[in-house]
């Protein structure tokens, strides 16, 4: 075991051991660990709709390790070729969904494959990487209009989420995608004009989608009338009666009150039963994992490396923190999940592979891995 994981093996796993980071790698462990300890304190909310929740997330996340370290050990060019394979699959899942999926509390996301899928899952990341590549291709091929088949792509893919409608989802993409072009270095008038489109289609969604108008209202309502909606109130008890050390493993009680406490509300079942002392090193585990990649993302020349590796981390802790304020009144509520954290096959695997691309475009010298399969 010792000479198969040893510097001088040629074989991939010990290639991926001595070239993946470290750091970014046990922040990623510590949040699924994070996810299967917590999967126990939500069981019993959701026992009468879901009878082995441990069984159920522990699966999903054996699964979604196992296509996380698949994902980490690929070079670029197979990143960036199940990238495009996979935003293709997606957008077929995506269709499908809105003419076969089923619908609940009127939105249509999901699809039943023998099991339930959500498409828009896993959307993200190989959106990202895709737009990635298309902005380093204008870079490298001056008559390749990289930027504005990236636009393109950004509206259909806009366009079927909010056909769902999943306005939370498409508000995410956006704005990763604008960073992304701004990372490229668009000149900044011509930054402006997607942010102004951006701001656009908030206003508009708030216009025209009822659901967001009514979760922006209750947000602003009980921030200043001390009454927020049901599920914030009672998640606004559970950090209340948590403290900073908790009130024990399988002591809380508040969960058994909050609609989806193993999915969307998550954090507090954390922040009660483990307290702000778990709920601080979560917070602490998605930032260093946001910072860590960005710091090593300043190191690359590469600019596919660069705007995937951003945009991965902007998604990863937009989502977290989108989540998490919702939870604590700072945000309207959304199906969002916790990445790695909250139960849910299709969210536990889209954050895997959003992870997984994100460990390979991080590993030391990924650049001469492509070169060595070329030589081959």
């Known amino acids: 075991m010792?000479?198969?994981?040893?510097?001088?093996?040629?074989?991939?796993?010990?290639?991926?051991?001595?070239?993946?980071?470290?750091?970014?790698?046990?922040?990623?462990?510590?949040?699924?660990?994070?996810?299967?300890?917590?999967?126990?304190?939500?069981?019993?909310?959701?026992?009468?709709?879901?009878?082995?929740?441990?069984?159920?997330?522990?699966?999903?996340?054996?699964?979604?390790?196992?296509?996380m370290l698949f994902f980490s050990m690929q070079g670029l060019k197979w990143t960036r070729r199940m990238a495009i394979l996979g935003y293709a699959g997606v957008m077929l899942l995506l269709v499908a969904t809105l003419m076969f999926g089923y619908e609940v509390k009127g939105a249509r996301r999901w699809l039943k494959l023998g099991f339930t899928v959500q498409p828009s899952e896993f959307l993200?990341?190989?959106?990202?990487?895709?737009?990635?590549?298309?902005f380093e291709m204008q870079r490298q091929y001056k008559n390749f209009h990289g930027v504005i088949i990236s636009f393109a792509l950004l509206g259909l893919t806009c366009l079927m989420l909010l056909r769902q409608p999943d306005f939370g989802m498409t508000a995410v993409v956006?704005?990763?995608?604008?960073?992304?072009?701004?990372?490229?270095?668009?000149?900044?008038?011509?930054?402006?004009?997607?942010?102004?489109?951006?701001?656009?289609?908030?206003?508009?969604?708030?216009?025209?989608?009822?659901?967001?108008?009514?979760?922006?209202?209750?947000?602003?309502?009980?921030?200043?009338?001390?009454?927020?909606?049901?599920?914030?109130?009672?998640?606004?008890?559970?950090?209340?009666?948590?403290?900073?050390?908790?009130?024990g493993v399988g002591e809380g009680v508040v969960k058994m009150h909050?609609?989806?406490?193993?999915?969307?509300?998550?954090?507090?079942?954390?922040?009660?039963?483990?307290?702000?002392?778990?709920?601080?090193?979560?917070?602490?585990a998605y930032g260093v994992v946001v910072a860590r990649s960005m710091i090593l993302s300043t190191k690359e020349s590469n600019m596919f490396i660069v705007l995937s590796v951003c945009g991965l981390a902007v998604s990863f802790g937009l989502q977290a923190l989108i989540?998490?304020?919702?939870?604590?009144?700072?945000?309207?509520?959304?199906?969002?999940?916790?990445?790695?954290?909250?139960?849910?096959?299709?969210?536990?695997?889209?954050?895997?592979?959003?992870?997984?691309?994100l460990l390979a475009l991080t590993r030391k010298n990924v650049h001469a891995e492509d070169k060595d399969n070329e030589a081959a």
């Open 2 to 67: 010792e000479l198969f994981f040893s510097r001088s093996s040629r074989n991939m796993a010990a290639r991926w051991w001595w070239t993946v980071d470290k750091p970014l790698l046990a922040m990623v462990a510590f949040l699924i660990g994070c996810g299967f300890v917590l999967s126990f304190s939500a069981s019993p909310a959701v026992a009468k709709r879901l009878h082995n929740l441990v069984l159920h997330h522990s699966i999903y996340m054996c699964l979604a390790i196992g296509v």
């Open 124 to 134: 993200k990341p190989v959106f990202i990487v895709c737009t990635a590549w298309l």
């Open 323 to 357: 989540n998490m304020a919702s939870t604590l009144q700072l945000g309207p509520t959304k199906g969002m999940a916790l990445p790695l954290i909250s139960s849910g096959g299709s969210s536990l695997m889209g954050s895997a592979i959003g992870m997984g691309m």
């Open 174 to 247: 956006f704005a990763v995608w604008l960073a992304q072009l701004f990372l490229a270095g668009v000149p900044i008038k011509k930054f402006m004009i997607p942010v102004a489109a951006f701001v656009i289609v908030v206003i508009a969604a708030y216009l025209a989608l009822p659901h967001v108008q009514v979760r922006v209202n209750q947000m602003i309502t009980g921030m200043f009338s001390g009454e927020p909606p049901y599920q914030v109130k009672k998640s606004l008890e559970a950090f209340k009666n948590g403290g900073f050390w908790g009130v």
């Open 258 to 284: 909050i609609p989806d406490a193993h999915t969307d509300f998550i954090f507090p079942v954390a922040a009660e039963e483990y307290g702000m002392f778990l709920c601080l090193l979560i917070v602490a």
